[in-house]
């Protein structure tokens, strides 16, 4: 077990596998998101009916524009959310842009542990 608290920056201690610790599950919505901030990396928690985890970097890849707290919608089978800037609509499975394809969100594993999402930073 690493440490469970983050100090001031939100720098976090990673474990053997690269993971550190982001939040408690319940402080994302069952169908919603969080916004945490992990070692310099501002991340979009993305959670779907209280089960499945997604996790992508916050900043629009296309504009830069916060992505968190984006309702989820299915298009197509795609879960997905839109940036608010330019209305790009992206797959948060995949993070993958679908209304232009030059554009990919990056995606971080999740696992939950004892009730606390950890998200990994480094493979």
Known sequence: VFAMFCCAQNTVELDEDGYGLAC????????????????GKSLAIYRYQGSKLYVIQNSCTHGGVSLAGRDIEELDGKLCITCPGHFYK??????????????VQ???????????IYIQLKR
């Open 24 to 39: 408690k599950l319940s402080d994302v919505p069952e169908t919603g998101s969080k916004k945490v901030q992990m070692n």
């Open 90 to 103: 992206f797959d948060i499975k995949t993070g993958k842009c679908i209304t232009d394809s030059h554009y």
């Open 106 to 116: 990056r995606r971080y594993r999740a696992k939950v542990q004892d009730e606390f």
